[in-house]
C-alpha cells in the first residue's frame, strides 16, 4: 500500500457557476491510526446537488463547507487497518469521508453494509442517502394514493428514478421531467413510469405546459420537486385542489440565478400543502426507509442506474457535468 494518498479540498469559493479553479488535488500522507481507530481505503465518492450549497458562505441549512477541508461527500470504501474491535480488515463500510481516497474514524459516522445481495455503489444512491431522500419526500410529505398522478422532476437521476419506482409500486400514475430523449425513454421503458416530458424538446413555456398537460389528463396530486424554475411554474398550474409538494431540491438556481414564481397565487387557490425537507432532519426513519429500500433493490424491484468517473482526479468535472445535469442516474467517482 503507498504512503500517500490524494484529496480535494475547497480552494476558493464560487461566484456564479462552479469552475476547476475551486478545488486543489492535494497528496498528502497516510496517516498512522491509533487505538479504536480505522483506516478506510473509499472504492467509491457520490457526487449530489447539495454539494453546489455547501461551497457557498450565505445562509443554508448546514454549515458552509470551510476553505481549504476536504470537499464534503458520501463514500463506500474497506477497511484496511483496525484497531477497533467492532471492524475487521476486509469489512466493507459506508461513511462521509469526502472527497478522498482514504479516511480515518473511531467507527464513528460509518456503518458496515452487506453486499451479498446489494452492490457496494449501490449504497450511495437508492440504498443510501438519495434512497431516502426520495423515500421520505413520497411517503411522509406527498403521503401517495393509489391511482392518484405523481410527478417528478429530474425523473432519471438518484433520487427522482427511486421516487417514481416507490410511487408505481403503490399505484399511482407516474409522470417525470427528463433531459433529453433518452432519459425519457429510460424512465418510460426502464423504470416503469406512465409518462415522462422532455423538457429540452419544449421551445418555450407554453410548448411545455401542453405537453405537460397531455401526461397529466387527470391533474397532478403530488409532485416531488428537484428542480425548480420554469418545471415548477409548470407543474402548479397543473395541480389539483388539496395536492401536496415536497421541495427537496431547486438545482435550476443552485449558481445564484433568481427563481421567481410566475403565479404563487395557485398554492392558496389550489390550497396545497408545499414542504421542503432535509433527509438529514430525519434519521429516525432511516432503518425502516434502507430495509425497504434494500430489500426493492435485492428483489429486482427497484432499479438504477450509474454514471461513473474514474479517478479522484476527474470528480470536479463530474460534479459541474452533474450540475448542468450531464449525468444519466446516479453520478459516482470510482476511487480504486
Not at 193 to 222: H, I, Q, R
Not at 288 to 308: H, I, M
Not at 313 to 329: D, I, R, T, V
Request: glycine content about 12%.
Amino acid at each position: 500500500m503507498s504512503n500517500t494518498y490524494k484529496r480535494i479540498v475547497l480552494a476558493s469559493r464560487p461566484t456564479g457557476a462552479v469552475t476547476p479553479d475551486n478545488f486543489r488535488l492535494e497528496e498528502v500522507p497516510v496517516p498512522e491510526i491509533g487505538e479504536g481507530e480505522v483506516l478506510v481505503r473509499n472504492h467509491f465518492l457520490s457526487l449530489d446537488p447539495y454539494m453546489r450549497g455547501r461551497m457557498n458562505e450565505g445562509k443554508s441549512y448546514a454549515t458552509p463547507q470551510p476553505l481549504g477541508d476536504v470537499m464534503i461527500g458520501g463514500t463506500v470504501g474497506e477497511i484496511v487497518a483496525t484497531k477497533n474491535p467492532k471492524y475487521a480488515v476486509g469489512d466493507k463500510v459506508v461513511g462521509m469521508f469526502g472527497w478522498q481516497e482514504m479516511g480515518v474514524t473511531n467507527g464513528i459516522g460509518i456503518q458496515k453494509v452487506d453486499t451479498t445481495h446489494i452492490p457496494l455503489s449501490a449504497y450511495l444512491g437508492s440504498v443510501g442517502m438519495p434512497g431516502v431522500t426520495a423515500w421520505y419526500g413520497l411517503n411522509k410529505i406527498i403521503q401517495p394514493k393509489a391511482g392518484k398522478t405523481i410527478v417528478v422532476s429530474a425523473a432519471s437521476g438518484a433520487v427522482g428514478s427511486v421516487v417514481g419506482q416507490l410511487a408505481k409500486l403503490q399505484g399511482c400514475r407516474v409522470v417525470g421531467f427528463a433531459g433529453g430523449k433518452d432519459k425519457c425513454d429510460y424512465v418510460v421503458n426502464e423504470l416503469g413510469f406512465d409518462a415522462c416530458v422532455d423538457y429540452k424538446a419544449a421551445k418555450d413555456s407554453k410548448a411545455l405546459y401542453t405537453m405537460f398537460k397531455e401526461a397529466t389528463p387527470d391533474g397532478v396530486d403530488g409532485y416531488f420537486e428537484n428542480v425548480g424554475g420554469e418545471i415548477l411554474d409548470t407543474v402548479l398550474a397543473r395541480m389539483n385542489a388539496f395536492g401536496r409538494i415536497a421541495i427537496c431540491g431547486m438545482i435550476a438556481g443552485y449558481d445564484g440565478q433568481p427563481m421567481p414564481l410566475k403565479n404563487p397565487q395557485l398554492i392558496l387557490v389550489s390550497r396545497l400543502t408545499v414542504e421542503g425537507f432535509i433527509v438529514s432532519e430525519h434519521m429516525d426513519v432511516w432503518p425502516q426507509a434502507l430495509q425497504e429500500l434494500g430489500t426493492a433493490v435485492a428483489q429486482g424491484k427497484l432499479k438504477f442506474r450509474e454514471s461513473v468517473a474514474q479517478g479522484l482526479a476527474s470528480a470536479p468535472e463530474a460534479f459541474m457535468g452533474l450540475l448542468k445535469g450531464k449525468n444519466f442516474g446516479k453520478q459516482l467517482v470510482k476511487l480504486v
